[in-house]
Every structure is written in C-alpha cells, then in structure tokens.
C-alpha cells in the first residue's frame, strides 16, 4: 500500500521541523511524539486522542455514524422511519416492483422490506442488470421504473442502466444508499460521490440527508422522471436518513408541482406554429413524417394514424419509433436511418417536407447533416425545446407534447385524397419493391440451407404473431430485429437505442415481462451482448419471469467485425469471441436449453421455447460472417448507404 | 452507390448546420433555485456540452431561494441560444435570458497588485484616476489598485499597468442589470 510511504514522508518531514499541513489543532507538537511511553518515569499517562477536533460536536457525529456503521442492528422499538416513508412513498406512486440488491446501507430498507407486501422485490444478480430491468418494465408498462442499490460499488453499478434510460428517455428512478450523512465525504467503507457521478446523466438527483424530506423527494422524483420528456432521477439516501424516526407527510401533488417553480413543461402546441406547419403541408408534395420515440412515449399512435390517414402522408420512424404503426398499415413506409430500409432513407432524401414528431435528429439518423434530406423543409415538433435546432436547422419549431401537437395538426390540415399523391405513392413502390427485392431478408442464404440471423428473427416474429413484447441486444441483432421482425403494436420493440448498451436485452425483458405480463416477452441477444448479463438467468428462475430467450451465436462481435471487414481493411482483432456452450449454461441456471443449427430447427425450437412455462433459452448457432446490410459508413450521408458486400 | 433521387435536375445546396454564424461575446443571466449543487449543475452541463465559460458570477437576489448567475461565453447566435435551451432542461433553473443585445449596466470589480515604487507610483495613480479606479493598498513595492466597469474597460486598464508589472491579479466576471424599470426577477412565475 503506498499508505506506507506517505506515512515514512511525513516522519522524516517531522525530523527535519517541518509541520505536515495535514496538522490539525488539537495535536501535540512533532517533538512529543517520541514521549516515553506511559508510567515509565511515574507520571500519569497521557493517553492521546486521535479523533480529528475531538471535543467537538462534529467529531462526535463522525463517532457515532462510524460506530453505527460498524454495529448495526435493528431498534427494539418498531417506529416509523426513513425507510417506511421511502416504502409509501413508493406505494403512493404506485409502485409496484422494485429491482434491487442488498448491501449495508440500505439494510434499513431490507429490514422493513418485509412489512410491504404491495412492492415486488425482484433480487437481481447485479445492479446493472436492476437498473435495466426497471428501464425494460419502463418502457413496457409506461409507468415510472424503480431500481435500487447500496453505495460505493453498488450504486456505480446502476450508472451504465441510468445512463441508457437517460438517452433513452425513459422514466425511471433509481434509489441508492449512501453512508450516514457524518461520514459524507470522508472516503468511508463503500462511500463514492455518486450524485456527483449521476448529476450529468440523469433528468434529476438527490442527495437526502434527512428522514423528513424522503416523501418530498421521492414525490417530486416520479412527477420529474414522468412528465415532460421523461428520464431517469436518481435519489441518493444516507443511512442514518433511512433510520430516523421520522413523521413526515408525503406531500399532495399542487405541493409538488408548487416547490419544482423551474421545471414547467411545454405540451401544447402553439396553435400559429401549428397553422404554419399546416401551410407547409399543404403546400409539399412529396412530404413524410418522420416518428420517433416521442410519439410511443406521449400514446400518441392513434393520433398520428390519424394525421397519416387525413393528409395521405408516409410514415417512416425512427429505431425507438418501431411500432407505433403497423407495419402493415398501407402509409407505413418503415424505419430509417444507418441501418434503415433504403427505400426510406431514398424518400428522406428526396422529400420536400419532413415532418418529424418526437425523434431528435440523431446522427444514426441523419448520417451528414449537410448532405441529408437536400430538397426539404423541416417541421420538428419535440417537448423538448433544446431538442429543436440542435443537429439540424429547421424552418417550423413545435414545442410540445406529441399527442397535443398531432391532434392540433391533423385540426388543421386538409384533407387530401389520395388520388393526388398517385405519382408520389407509384415512385414510393417502386422504390420498396427494389429495396425489400433486392435484398430479401439481407442475405437470402437462408435459402440455401445456412442458419442466417435475418431469418431467425423473421421467424420468430411470425411464430409469435408479431404480438409478443421484443427486447434487442446491441449490435447486428438489434438491427435484424428492427429491420425483419415486423411489429405491429406499440411498445412491443425495447431496444437501447441512445446509448447502445450491450448486455441491455436479458435484464430488460426480465422488467418487461414484469411490466407488461399479458404478451411474452423475447430477448434476442448476440452472443457477445449475452455474456456481459447472463448472471440474470438465475433471477429469472428464482423469480419465475417467463423470458424467451434467442442466442444469435455467431462467434463473433459481429458488428465489430463488420466495421472491421468493411472499414478497417479485415483487420479482425478481438472480434472473434469464443462462448460457452450456452444450452449447458442455460441447464446450470435451471434453464431449458435448446440448440438449433440449421434452417429446419427453428420454428420447432422457438415453439418449444413458447410452450416452456417459465424461462427458456435457444442457442442459435448462425453462420459467422453474416453482415447487415444496408449500412451508412460513418460520416456519410443517406444517399451514400452500402447495400452489400464490396466487391472482391 | 448513391441513391438516385427523381427529381434531382442539379446537386442541391448543402442543408445548413445549426451554429455557423458568426461568434461573439454573449452574457446570459440565469435566475436559479439556491439550492445545493446548483452551481455544479450549471458548470458540468455547459462543459459537458462544450460551451466554454469566460466568466460567472454568482450570489443571492434580494428573493428568497434564488439566486443569481451572469455568465459571459464566447460563440455564435445559435451556440448560445442552444445553451440556454440546455441550461433550461435544468430543474433548478428558473429564467435564462440573453441580455447581449439589451441596454444593461455592466460592472465588474478588480483588484490589481502592481510593482509600483517612489519612482513611478505617481504614474500609476494617474493612469488609475484616468479609469475611475483607486488605490487601496500601498506598500514600499506595490500598490493594489481597485477598478470597476466593464470588462472591456478593465481589459484596457490592465493591459496599461500590465508594463509596470502586474503581481496578482483578480476579477469577479461581469454582473449586469437591465436599464429601465423592467425587472427579469419579477417578471419570474413562481
């Protein structure tokens, strides 16, 4: 320990006079360190204390937390504390699951956890995996996720979860313990600033210090983390907060809303703006709305059905846009962007109006600004007002709630028969039948016998009547799943599209299943995004969360890979990735396992995997070098997509 | 390959990026909840999202639990108008007004130690009186002087004292307030 020779330094600082600058008052003068020890010469020992401004009553304080640290145990006398409030609160919210792991601080909870039957504690295996199962069950519900974790290690390990539901935008509030509030800042046993940590990654955080304002704070959390544009806040409680006796009221929502002064969402649409956007609409020929996640986030389907239907304008959505049309809808043109069907990046660029409704331009999106959509003008409607103009210049900013905004357009707009958009619709078709022709499924090698990933998907998309709730890894599965899985009802496509989290889809679609427990819930992971959260198995056997499970196993990191073969001249370093024998892992966990090699296994095995009651697992062993197609190179633009293999 | 388009009769301009005008100083007044942390909010969001902080000055108005921040940046219309978009995603902030273009009052307060002696001390009185600022400090070898205006006023005056050698120097950022009866406090929704 380097302890050691900074203890060595000070000594020899000493010898030579120097007073360290850590001296603090109270402490004798560097020559009586070496005193005789006590009773030697007969005088009364000296018995020194070490406690930093002992005498004092903070000195005191750091005495007492450390000691209460260190013997813990619970009061004789049950009274209403910390922890009760934090549980009502949560209750009063409606709350109904909590994903969360123990750890010392947060003891206080688990003590009294028990005394609340209302809330579902699911024990995960790791709190990143909490983090994204509050974050799965989030977004399939739609109400506010709850995940929870001690300090220090505990609560670093949430930050990966909080930061997907941050860019994301999914609501979330995410609890941790933290040391009593006299050690704050004393680097005690598991103590990390981790509201220093979460404060540029979260919508809010908290650091609570005090029993009486748990209700306040953890009332003003859900109202932050659910309205406006959503996203995670993170409430940070020290012990000693969590074990006082406290009599605080949870506050009525007017209380709430009174002490946030500063934070007023925007929903209505200004009513000009929307007569501008409505000229503008009028006006285009070749127009397309561009949907995004803020439309699934408002409900607002219906409504843009509506608008679609009214002014006969295609939809094309964005990655977290996926299903908020059926896609077999006659105006549902399909998903966008690097990895989107290039039908519609064509549309995109050769549009004369865009209209885009709660998506943010993202450049997974847009590809280079400057070369994309050349020929449109641009409506954005987003709630978030620094959404508007931050990647791309717009001609009619809307602030607004989508729902708001959707319904005051389509008051506005004419209707327009379809007959006048004849030649528009005739070029989008010919356009689709090209892109979907030409590269059915991506690779067609399904048809030669070789298990290809595309049509895994297809399959299991198909075998689950497109009804069932699907959560994407990261990485080529979660563009085969967007681009071949067909989806058909809103929230039924999870995916970690902001921050593209790896290992995201098993602890998500374990809170998903929870969140939404009326449609089966499926997992479709690569093997590399697997390994990173396969500890979750266990919580979903012990927990009976009936997630299926999809092992794309290519051996690879494919997408890596395929950046490597296509932009880094085949220099395949590191993403080849040997795994385990993943029916034998599913096995070890309690897990039915089943392994599929070829074409004409898997529509026995995914059945097999429905009619499990409980959580199953399929080891897809798929070709190797499969690669999704198309693909926009990094820093080129829609109109540059690759849309197969190079040429040897 | 390249997405033919069907009705392209000749390249298209490229589609303008948000941000490309021209820079230029900016204040940005910002009312906030005093609230822990505040200041820290406020500091990591304008770097994480690369907007660099020429000055900021912070204290308490005369309303309880508000404070209130003048920060001065450097960047163009759309730059800046961003960062107040962003600093508004803050839960603590309450009012984000620009106040570039607005007739204000602006003052900033520097003290400046300067290598002064019997021989040139006269010299840097007078240079001193000439900016309004005045000396409240001498020793055999320096003086500090105390300066207040803008920073434009006090760049001048330090770059004056700056052949005479300047030992220390420190300055508080710019504060300002709108000329006339109109007040960005009151007009404030609480």
């Known amino acids: 320990m380097s302890g050691g020779n900074a203890t060595a330094g000070l000594r020899q600082n000493r010898q030579r006079g120097i007073e360290p600058m850590t001296m603090t008052k109270g402490e004798p003068p560097a020559g009586q360190a070496s005193a005789a020890p006590p009773g030697e010469d007969g005088e009364a020992p000296h018995r020194r204390s070490h406690v930093p401004g002992d005498g004092t009553a903070a000195a005191a304080a750091i005495e007492k937390a450390r000691r209460d640290m260190l013997h813990d145990v619970r009061g004789k006398k049950r009274t209403r504390i910390g922890a009760d409030a934090l549980m009502e609160a949560l209750l009063l919210q409606g709350a109904d699951t909590l994903f969360s792991y123990p750890g010392g601080v947060i003891l206080p909870i688990y003590d009294i956890l028990g005394d609340y039957p209302g809330i579902r504690h699911i024990l995960v295996r790791h709190e990143q995996g909490g983090a994204h199962a509050a974050d799965g069950y989030a977004r399939a519900s739609g109400k506010v996720g709850v995940c929870m974790g001690t300090s ?36 005690a046993f598991q103590e990390i600033d981790i509201t220093g940590i979460t404060l540029p990654m979260t919508k809010h955080n908290y650091l609570v210090r005090n029993a009486d304002d748990i209700p306040r704070v953890i009332a003003e959390a859900f109202y932050i983390a659910s309205h406006g544009r959503p996203g995670p806040v993170h409430v940070d409680i020290t012990k000693d907060a969590l074990q006082a006796e406290t009599a605080a009221e949870h506050p009525s929502l007017d209380a709430v809303t009174a002490g946030l002064p500063g934070f007023r969402p925007n929903l209505e649409g200004h009513p000009k703006q929307l007569k501008t956007a409505a000229k503008e609409i009028a006006a285009a020929k070749r127009p397309l709305i561009l949907a995004g996640h803020g439309v699934l986030i408002a409900e607002a389907w219906n409504e843009l059905r509506a608008l679609a239907e009214k002014t006969q304008i295609p939809v094309a959505w964005t990655l977290l846009g996926i299903g908020l049309m059926d896609e077999d809808h006659p105006l549902a043109y399909g998903y966008m962007g690097m990895h989107g069907w290039k039908h519609v990046n064509r549309a995109i660029q050769s549009a004369d109006l865009l209209i885009a409704i709660g998506m943010r331009f993202d450049d997974r999106v847009t590809g280079s600004v400057r070369t994309y959509a050349p020929y449109a003008r641009i409506i954005h409607a987003d709630i978030d007002p620094a959404e508007i103009g931050k990647n791309v210049a717009v001609e009619v900013p809307i602030v607004g709630d989508a729902k708001n905004v959707l319904e005051g357009l389509t008051h506005f707009v004419k209707a327009v028969d379809p007959a ?115 500890q979750e198995l266990m919580t979903l056997v012990a927990d009976r969360i009936p997630v299926k499970i999809a092992v794309l196993d290519n051996h690879k990191l494919g997408m890596i890979r395929q950046w490597q073969e296509l932009f880094y001249a085949g220099n395949y370093h590191s993403s080849h990735l040997p795994g385990p024998d993943f029916v034998k892992l599913a096995d070890a966990y309690g897990v039915p396992g089943f392994k599929v090699s070829t074409t004409d296994g898997v529509d026995d095995a995914i059945r097999a995997a429905q009619a499990v009651d409980g959580p199953a697992l399929i080891w897809f062993e798929t070709v190797e070098e499969q690669n999704v197609f198309p693909i926009m190179p990094a820093g080129k633009g829609l109109s540059d997509l690759i849309d197969g293999a190079p040429e040897e | 390959m390249s997405a033919d388009d069907a009705t392209a009769t000749q390249a298209p301009p490229p589609r303008s990026i948000p941000g490309t005008g021209t820079a230029g100083r900016h204040i940005l007044v910002v009312l906030v909840m005093d609230r822990p942390g505040v200041l820290n909010r406020v500091a990591s969001l304008m770097r994480a999202r690369n907007f660099n902080i020429d000055s900021l000055a912070v204290s308490r108005t005369d309303k309880e639990n508000i404070s209130r921040m003048t920060l001065t940046l450097h960047g163009d219309d759309v730059a800046v108008e961003q960062a107040a978009k962003q600093l508004y995603r803050l839960i603590d902030v309450l009012k984000v007004q620009d106040v570039t273009e607005d007739q204000v009052v602006e003052h900033e307060l520097a003290l400046i130690k300067v290598r002064a002696t019997d021989a040139n001390r006269g010299e840097v009185i007078k240079i001193v009186e000439m900016y309004k600022g005045a000396i409240v400090d001498i020793s055999a070898e320096s003086v500090i002087v105390e300066a207040h205006g803008t920073e434009a006023e006090i760049d001048a005056l330090v770059a004056l004292l700056r052949g005479y050698g300047i030992k220390e120097l420190v300055r508080t950022g710019a504060t300002v307030m709108l000329r006339g009866a109109g007040s960005i406090e009151e007009a404030l929704k609480l």
């Open chain 1, 420 to 534: 006048e958009r004849a030649e528009y619709f005739a070029q989008l078709a010919e356009w689709r039948t090209e892109s979907e022709g030409s590269s059915w499924h991506g690779s067609g090698g399904w048809q030669s016998g070789q298990l290809t990933a595309d049509y895994i998907v297809e399959r299991i998309g198909e075998l689950t009547n497109h009804e069932a709730t699907y959560v994407a890894d990261v990485g080529q599965n979660q563009m085969w799943l967007a681009r071949y899985t067909k989806f058909k009802r809103p929230h039924s496509h999870i995916s970690s599209g902001g921050l593209g989290t790896m290992g995201f889809a098993v602890p998500a679609a374990m809170g998903a299943a929870l969140g939404n427990p009326h449609n089966e819930t499926w997992a479709v992971c690569g093997d590399g995004g697997f390994q990173m959260t396969s």
């Open chain 1, 152 to 187: 220090g290690p505990g609560a670093t390990n949430l930050v990966t979860g909080i930061a997907t539901a941050q860019l994301d935008s999914v609501p979330m509030v995410a609890i941790t313990g933290n040391v009593p509030g006299a050690l704050v800042g004393k680097d």
